[in-house]
């Protein structure tokens, strides 16, 4: 067994590797708030082997569902998600942006049609994934300014 | 090409190909004698074209008219959203879902970017963006490169000059797109403050092209073939002192088309205000007038193209 700054979890998530400072972001995406059964451990600002300084969520008792694992790649996408069984990690995989995002972000235009009480999801082509550009499909804003757009 | 028009939305034209806008220009040459009422056409009887103008816009409004009801079409619609169940807080979604059911093609002008995309999203029948917000407007872009085309025999190989309000003018950017995509050569001129934005650049470099930059339009107009001036507007001006000046300098008198080419032609979007003196639509350099007039031939094209009129 590793050295662990934080109590093991028996089963659960561990989200890696998150871009240093994004830890609350990440919280905010899996929607951990007041009412959680179980047990959350966040590590801001932890030393990381690959570069830098990295931040890390644990979460027991839960696995991401897709939207999820898409926010968290738009906010980080070198975050590496592990789900944790019986104490080891079980599955390893690093998140991915996808092609296509649909109704996770709102539109960084102010004047988009998105950004009224309109009836529609918003949706953005991913232009490119490093540095994530994406363009939105209604008003064609093509924009960098992921992080503070994510629902 | 038949089939692809038909029942298409035209929402940026940056969803038409090359060939799709030279077709739509060679139409839009045979539609010439109907849209000035030399010859009939009942092309569109029967049909209907809701009009919807949440925003006031004379021109691009009133030659959409003129296009349908040359085709022997009917148009219904508003021209200022107030009285129109908009006023009373209904989405654009809403409007258009009901409008839909109404008529057989739609044209929206709205304040929104994005706007006529979530249009074409929610409506059946087929959605031409007549201007959203900062937006698109790709039937102006479509009457530009007619106008061009007709007083050029071609776009390729002219050097155009655009000057005025450069940054936030996106018509101008997707015009300038479509210039360079047809092989025009391109040159910017605008105060540093209202430049062409990088990305803009970015994508007509990617094209193979090399535009140039300039801020001083004395420099660049001699060797103009086009000219094409576009607003600038006072609100993006701190001090009114500052837009008094900068309006000055790029202002087409004629001292200012001293050395020109004999056959540089000079476009305007239109309304002007004070862009160019009243002293140049005398000239044989003016094409602003003939270029709001295409508006007509252009829009009957499409209108017929997309409703299956015309092959
Ligand atoms: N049972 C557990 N409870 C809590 N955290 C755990 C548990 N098992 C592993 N972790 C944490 O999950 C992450 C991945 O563990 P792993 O053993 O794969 O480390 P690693 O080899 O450094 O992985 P990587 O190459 O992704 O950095 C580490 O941050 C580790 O501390
Ligand atoms: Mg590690
Ligand atoms: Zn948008």
Not at chain 1, 54 to 79: G, H, Q, W, Y
Not at chain 1, 109 to 135: A, Y
Not at chain 2, 59 to 71: G, K, N, P, V
Not at chain 2, 162 to 180: N, P, W
Request: charged content about 25%; overall charge neutral; some cysteine.
């Amino acid at each position: 067994m590793k050295e662990f700054k934080v109590t093991p979890i028996r089963n659960g998530t561990v989200i890696d590797h998150i871009n240093v400072g994004m830890a609350l972001k990440v919280l905010k995406i899996i929607g951990v708030g007041g009412n959680v059964n179980s047990t959350v451990s966040v590590l801001m600002h932890v030393p990381s082997k690959k570069a830098g300084w990295k931040d890390i969520v644990k979460i027991e008792d839960r696995e991401l569902d897709p939207k999820e694992l898409d926010k968290i790649a738009l906010i980080s996408p070198n975050a590496t998600i592990n789900i944790i069984r019986d104490y080891n990690v079980a599955e390893k995989f690093v998140v991915e942006v996808p092609n296509i995002i649909k109704g996770i972000m709102k539109c960084a235009n102010p004047g988009c049609i998105t950004n009224q009480n309109e009836p529609v999801e918003t949706e953005f082509v991913v232009e490119s994934k490093k540095p994530i550009t994406l363009r939105c499909v209604y008003c064609d804003r093509v924009t960098t300014e992921v992080a503070d757009n994510v629902r | 090409m038949s089939t692809t028009f038909r029942g298409m939305d035209v929402v940026s034209i940056r969803d038409f190909s090359r060939e799709q806008i030279e077709h739509v220009l060679k139409l839009a040459e045979k539609m010439v004698p109907i849209a000035k009422g030399e010859e009939r056409s009942v092309l569109l009887e029967g049909h209907v074209l809701g009009s919807l103008f949440y925003e006031p816009s004379t021109r691009t409004r009133l030659s959409f008219d003129a296009a349908m009801t040359r085709l022997g079409g009917r148009v219904l619609g508003f021209d200022q959203p107030t009285g129109a169940s908009v006023a009373k807080g209904e989405t654009l979604a809403d409007t258009i879902k009901m409008v839909d059911s109404y008529c057989d093609i739609i044209v929206l002008r709205h304040p929104q970017e994005g706007a006529a995309r979530l249009a074409a999203h929610f409506a059946n029948r087929p959605v031409i963006n007549a201007g959203d917000g900062a937006g698109q407007h790709p039937t102006q872009t479509m009457l530009d490169l007619f106008t061009i085309r007709k007083e050029k025999k071609s776009i390729e190989g002219n050097h155009v000059v655009i000057v005025g309000d450069l940054k936030y003018g996106r018509t101008v950017h997707s015009l300038s797109e479509a210039l360079a995509m047809f092989g025009a050569q391109l040159t910017f001129v605008a105060p540093p403050t209202l430049q062409i934005p990088k990305e803009h650049l970015k994508a007509i470099e990617e094209m193979g092209h090399k535009p140039k930059i300039s801020g001083s339009l004395e420099e660049v107009i001699k060797d103009a073939d086009v000219l094409y001036v576009t607003r600038i507007q006072k609100e993006r001006f701190p001090d009114p002192a500052e837009y008094q000046k900068v309006a000055g300098t790029f202002r087409i008198d004629l001292a200012m088309l001293k050395d020109v080419k004999k056959d540089l032609i000079i476009m305007h979007p239109l309304p002007r205000v004070g862009e160019i003196a009243p002293e140049v639509d005398a000239t044989e350099h003016a094409r602003y007038f003939e270029q709001a007039f295409n508006g007509v031939p252009v829009r009957m094209a499409l209108l017929g193209l997309v409703l299956g009129g015309l092959k």
